[in-house]
């Protein structure tokens, strides 16, 4: 199992667990290859803080994206100034301060450098309010990370609604949703903690432990593993129908309290030990 939490003061505690049923030779074997940062199978735990030192994020783990931005759609581009530990948390800005050259506001997107696939994805967040903003959580695979299929699975706040959320998937670049849910509670108020469960056969979201969507049956699932993403951003125009209309009044933050991954094989490990 693969906790991620991160801490008040920036530390990040991994728990992981594994009974090992062979003999002390083989029980040596893989302690020093987990000492030597080996990887002794794909659903090994294994530690990404946010932070190497609090507030520093670390980027032997994480990538801060920087100098770009997603086209025509994004009213802003991403700056690494826009990431910050703040409060105990990562914290996303969009303002007009963070130097941006190609927009006129900078905002925050972070990602994993190395690939997850199959399992259950949590983070406690929370959200920006405001038209025209969007704040997602999120696992993408496509050709900028040497891939040629865009596969990907999100959670999409609109700032415009903050008590609802855009759950989606796309398959071989086909969008399949979104679908939108009514969460009960305003996102951009308070921390609220969100999960999806990534089956071969099945995706299903939750928000606060309730399961709020499910994918059908039949559906075509991803299948390529992806980065972990985290983003906050702002429409052009060309977003309106769908963000609703950005206009500036100030800088605007949303918050990671903590991030947590669960391979598969260890949720299922989990399932059979409590039917036992």
Known sequence: MFIVALRKQGIISVMNKHSIHHNA????????????????????????PFFATYPH??????YLSHGWTNGGHHSCEWRAEA???EDGHLR?????????????????????????GYGRYEARMRTAAGSGLNTAFFTFTGPPHG??????????????????????????????????VTLGFDASADFHDYAFEWMPDKIRWYADGRQIFETPDGADIPDNPGRLYFSLWSGT???SDWLGRFHYKGPVNADVAWV?????????????DTEQ
């Open 83 to 85: 990431l910050k530990g």
């Open 147 to 180: 891939n040629p299929v865009h596969d990907e699975i999100d959670f999409e706040f609109l700032g415009k609604e903050p008590g609802k959320v855009e759950v989606n998937y796309h398959r071989k670049g086909k969008n399949m949703g979104p679908f939108t």
């Open 237 to 239: 125009k060309k977003a």
């Open 260 to 272: 947590k991954f669960t391979p598969m094989d260890a949720l299922e490990a989990a399932e059979k």
């Open 57 to 62: 994020i670390d980027q032997s783990r994480w």
């Open 92 to 116: 996303m800005w969009l303002s007009d301060h963070q130097g941006a050259t190609l927009r006129e506001y900078g905002c925050a997107e972070i990602q994993t450098r190395k690939m997850f």
């Open 25 to 48: 030779g083989w029980r040596l074997f893989i302690v020093l290859l987990v000492l030597c940062g080996a990887s002794v199978s794909p659903a090994q735990a294994e530690d990404i």
